[in-house]
C-alpha cells in the first residue's frame, strides 16, 4: 500500500512537469519498466532513487512524500 502512494505521487509530478515515462527514466538512470513498476506501486523505490526522482522533478524528497505519511 505505501508503494502505491509514493507511485501515484511520484506518476503526478512526472507528468505536472511534462515528463514521458521514458522520458523521465532516461532522466534518472533507470529503465521505462522499473519505473512503471514503482508507478503502479509494485515496487517501492529506495531511498537513493527517491533522491534522484526529486532532484529530476525540482523538488524536495518531503514534497513527494504521500500526504498521508506526513501526519
Known sequence: MEAE???????AFRKLKGFTQEGFAKEIGISVSLLGEIERGNRLA???LLLEVSEALGITVE???PIEDKE
Open 5 to 11: 502512494k509514493w507511485g501515484r505521487r511520484i506518476r
Open 46 to 48: 529506495s531511498d537513493e
Open 63 to 65: 514534497e513527494l512524500e
